[in-house]
């Protein structure tokens, strides 16, 4: 994939390299109208959906690629355009109210100063879920969906995984975990993702959870939308592992990333 960061870059970018509990602590324009998108995969003969990724000054630079090439091949065959600073598209509502599916990618250093660039967008964001949209977040598109700052989404909140108590991670090195998939072992790219503490009695989905039983795949209802946010990276390709010096022991799929993104967007 042209363009890749090397290996340090990665490891800054790829999800968020946030040191600290206060980092997290401190990180991830009023709709103009607010459409219902259109649900489910297109009728024979119509067109694809639309999938909108950030791709913005806080993602690495094979992030949002990356997600983008999984969305074109998915069942659903989306249609990809690109929003944020930079990309010449503005992340609106009036964008937002022709999609299915808004992808928060992983890359990022900051919370804080990512949220610069969003923050005058959350309204258009929230209002767009509440309405019908759904909101796909990928490790820092993860935290990005908690709070403080944050979309505010989730019937709970984000938190750094490594070097919690039972975690196999210690720390934000890129690395392969293990998670139970819809009770099945399975093995993902991972690389400081988040993981979700989610409110008592809270009306949510855990798709897969981390091997100290922290949920790591959720996906939750927002208003008549969906949010489904992931910790690790089921979207990684060959090249991300290659580049690290890793190996997934099952091989490198996308069928987990397809049962992430179905569930997000069906109703």
Not at 157 to 178: C, K, L, N, Q
């Amino acid at each position: 994939m042209p363009g890749r960061p090397s290996v340090l870059r990665r490891r800054q970018l790829l999800c968020g390299f946030l040191s600290s509990a206060a980092l997290l602590a401190a990180a991830c324009g009023q709709p103009d109208a607010v459409a219902k998108p259109p649900a489910g995969p297109p009728a024979r003969g119509a067109e694809a959906p639309l999938a909108l990724v950030y791709n913005g000054p806080q993602g690495c630079e094979d992030c949002a690629p990356a997600v983008a090439e999984v969305l074109r091949r998915a069942p659903q065959h989306y249609r990809v355009e690109y929003v944020g600073p930079g990309t010449g598209k503005p992340l609106t509502s009036a964008a937002l109210a022709a999609a299915q599916l808004y992808v928060q990618p992983g890359g990022g250093q900051d919370l804080d100063r990512t949220w610069q660039d969003l923050d005058e967008s959350a309204d258009a964001v929230r209002d767009w879920v509440r309405g019908g949209g759904s909101y796909l977040g990928l490790c820092f598109g993860g935290y990005l969906a908690g709070r403080d700052p944050g979309f505010g989404l989730l019937p709970g909140d984000a938190h750094a995984y490594a070097g919690t108590p039972g975690s196999p991670v210690p720390d934000e090195r890129d690395t392969v975990i293990e998670v139970s998939w819809r009770g099945k072992p399975r093995h993902l790219y991972f690389q400081d993702g988040p993981a979700f503490r989610l409110n008592e009695g809270a009306d949510a989905t855990v798709l897969a959870t981390y091997p100290n039983g922290a949920p790591a795949v959720v996906v939750a209802p927002y208003g008549k939308g969906k949010v489904g946010v992931s910790g690790p990276h089921p979207e990684a390709d060959a090249s991300w592992y290659d580049e690290q010096g890793l190996t997934n022991p099952d091989g490198v799929r996308t069928d987990l990333a397809d049962d992430l993104i179905e569930t997000t967007v069906s109703r």
